[in-house]
């Protein structure tokens, strides 16, 4: 019996002093019914008129949970987390269905798993315009929507922005080049700016903000004073960065009178490798190191409290919804928490939570195999060319495979993985999902790649071949991963020798050749630049990329013939490649197909609206086919995008000044000096 149960038993027991008059059992009852009568309906009609509470929901990319001060470590200061954990329930065994940032935030905001929403990676895929979303559900029940960003893997182009009034993303970056996407990211002071500013505007309520946070992701660089003090760990000097951003966020709510009354949700998106199992970063394994996040949830009327029940990210969802008295969409496939927040005893026959896993990423880019799991009371399954299976109570670090000398478990345990995944694909109960165990988006990708489909469920190459367990290539992916880094910050070389380290355990990758090819391009090196885009483009004829690439390279070699073909390919395999319309718009240019150059430059403003050099080549065109106003319009249009374009500033005071408007021509002319 609980302290709770005890004192209600207590307030119902008759305590008869002697002496005293004995009445009528109704007479005496009655006060009390009219009371609780009273109280009830007074309850009642108060929370129908309370306002709907509002919610903030913090992620924080990248964030193991024992790198947390209310998770037990010590060698970290997190203040403001911990004082958040104290205010609401803890969960100590919290897991994400995946470690990539996109389709674990997916997860998170659908309450679905990646086999179901078909979001299982960081590039490639998109959030399909029906999905049903948190911000979505919130939207439609009278909730002001806004999301503040802090990395471009979740750019709104990924289609996670569904259901946000504001979505603030806002990245200035190629959105081509998928290799460079980690590094377009801006710093958790600069996202909590913004997010402060629209507070500060006084957004109608209630409203729904997400706060994203990426500053733990690698490269590890706090700023000051977290750089001095976290030196020998910088890793945690990010989190404590973070840390300091939770707190301005909390710290305003509170001052503002909106913290009390808030549904409250902080979770980390996944966790980070730091060398456990030879992994540095995530998205390779799918063991704790990088699946194990921490999740605090502060509802209004629960008491603080730690809770140690396994649940998943996909839970997250239905909870809030539980929270906020709103129904649980029929497409959740996460389970509520709220009765276990509240502390209510579960019911008979609820089903714990699926704490299912999977990464793609060795399959999708590299050609090793894909890895799936399951976790289930301290068992965890691993569905690998090698099964691996762990006995996580005694053994956390997932340090000794036990599948050896536990086949039974090992059998079990996989019988109920694809259970689930039979249970939460879309096509499940078809012939095809029965033997593939594929999501249809999934399906077509991997079938694209040339792979093919076993009645296990894995795959193999067109030639039958096996695919290499990700345990034998956790070297090659980290080479490759260390040369991704020095290229993209310039150590070209470094970057090649690490390149053709890893060719030697992989003679036909296609990812480490269309690296070493933007090496070299990097480089200026364009012969050799071409002839390995050429190499990549022999594995994969259809590799968008290489093929742009390849025309750029071939524009600076100057091969305008071959660079011709190859952007026109370019943009038949990607019609969304702005920067393909507008470098193929100045190739017929140089040739002087004028019409078909100015179809290109109005190709890439309609593909982006966005694009400045797009709308100054276009304006700069019509100024010379004497379609004045139409490059006014143009002009105008790209020095309000780019205020420093000199060039645009220049092009539009000819414009302004072919239309006899003097005295703008001459404050366009200048704003451009150096024309």
């Known amino acids: 019996m609980t302290k709770e149960d005890s004192a209600v038993r207590g307030a119902g027991t008759a305590v008869r002093c002697p002496g005293s008059v004995v009445r009528s059992p109704l007479k005496a009852r009655w006060p009390v019914i009219l009371a609780t009568l009273t109280f009830l309906f007074g309850a009642n009609r108060s929370f129908a008129n ?75 895929n998109k959030l399909p315009a029906n999905s049903t979303t948190l911000a979505k559900v919130l939207r439609d029940n009278g909730y002001t929507t806004a999301a503040f960003i802090g990395a471009a893997v979740l750019d709104s182009r990924f289609g996670l922005n569904q259901g946000f009034q504001t979505y603030f993303d806002h990245f200035d970056f190629s959105r081509l080049d998928e290799t460079s996407l980690d590094l377009t990211e801006r710093r958790g002071d600069v996202v909590t700016n913004e997010a402060l500013t629209w507070l500060q505007q006084a957004p109608r309520q209630p409203f729904f903000l997400w706060v994203h946070l990426y500053d733990p992701h690698f490269p590890y660089t706090p700023p000051e004073p977290y750089a001095s003090h976290y030196r020998t760990h910088p890793y945690d000097g990010e989190i404590a960065f973070a840390d300091a951003q939770v707190g301005r966020l909390v710290s305003f709510l509170k001052q503002q009178g909106l913290f009390e009354n808030a549904v409250i949700v902080l979770a980390g998106d996944h966790g980070e490798g730091l060398g456990e199992h030879g992994e540095k970063t995530h998205g390779f394994f799918i063991y704790n190191s990088t699946l194990h996040v921490p999740l605090i949830f502060k509802s209004p009327g629960a008491s603080p409290q730690v809770i140690a029940s396994e649940v998943s990210l996909v839970d997250v969802m239905p909870t809030v919804l539980q929270a906020l008295r709103i129904p649980i969409p029929a497409s959740v496939e ?18 714990p ?69 039979r249970r939460f694909t879309p096509t499940a109960g078809s012939a095809e999902a029965g033997k593939e165990l594929t999501d249809p988006a999934l399906l077509e990708r991997l079938r694209s790649l040339g792979y093919v489909a076993l009645s296990s469920g894995s795959y193999v190459e067109a030639d039958g071949k096996p695919l290499a367990d990700p345990k034998d290539r956790i070297h090659v992916f980290e080479l490759f991963s260390e040369a991704m880094a020095d290229g993209q910050h310039g150590r070209y070389e470094e970057s090649l020798l690490k390149l053709r380290e890893a060719e030697k355990t992989e003679p036909s990758s296609l990812p480490i050749r269309y690296l070493m090819a933007l090496d070299y391009y990097r480089e200026r090196d364009f012969h050799r630049a071409i002839d390995q885009f050429k190499s990549a483009l022999e594995l994969d004829p259809k590799f968008a990329l290489a093929t742009y690439y390849l025309g750029l390279a071939q524009v600076e070699a100057g091969d305008l013939d071959g660079a011709t073909s190859s952007l026109e390919r370019a943009l038949e395999l990607d019609r969304t490649n702005f920067s393909a319309a507008y470098n193929l718009g100045a190739l017929y240019l140089k040739k002087n197909r004028v019409d078909d150059a100015r ?20 304006g700069e065109l019509d100024l010379y086919l004497k379609r004045t106003d139409e490059a006014v319009h143009a002009l105008e249009h790209a020095v309000e995008l780019a205020p420093d374009f000199a060039k645009a500033h220049y092009n539009l005071g000819r414009a302004y000044q072919a239309q006899g408007r003097r005295a703008e021509a001459e404050r366009e002319f200048a704003r451009s000096p150096a024309h």
């Open 50 to 124: 309370d306002p709907k509470p509002n919610v903030g929901f913090i992620t924080i990319d990248t964030l193991r949970a024992d790198h947390l001060a209310c998770y037990g470590y010590t060698r970290i200061e997190t203040p403001h987390v911990d004082a958040l954990a104290r205010a609401g329930a803890r969960f100590s065994h919290a897991y994400t269905p995946v470690p990539i940032t996109l389709p674990a935030h997916t997860a998170i905001f659908t309450g679905s798993f990646p086999v179901a929403t078909g979001m299982h990676d960081f590039s490639g």
């Open 334 to 351: 996460g389970r509520g928490l709220l009765g276990v927040i509240l502390g209510r005893p579960a019911q008979i026959g609820a089903k």
């Open 353 to 421: 939570s699926e704490l299912y896993a999977e990464t793609y990423l060795p399959l999708l880019h590299f050609g090793w195999s894909r890895l799936r799991g399951l976790e289930s009371q301290g068992w965890k399954y691993i569905d690998a060319p090698r099964p691996e299976l762990y006995d996580t109570r005694t053994d956390p670090r997932e340090l000794r495979n036990l599948s050896s000398a536990r086949q039974s478990i090992v059998h079990d345990m996989r019988e109920r993985l694809y259970g689930v995944i």
């Open 599 to 618: 179809r290109q430059f109005q190709r890439a403003v309609e593909i982006n609206p966005d694009y400045a050099d797009a709308y100054e080549a276009l």
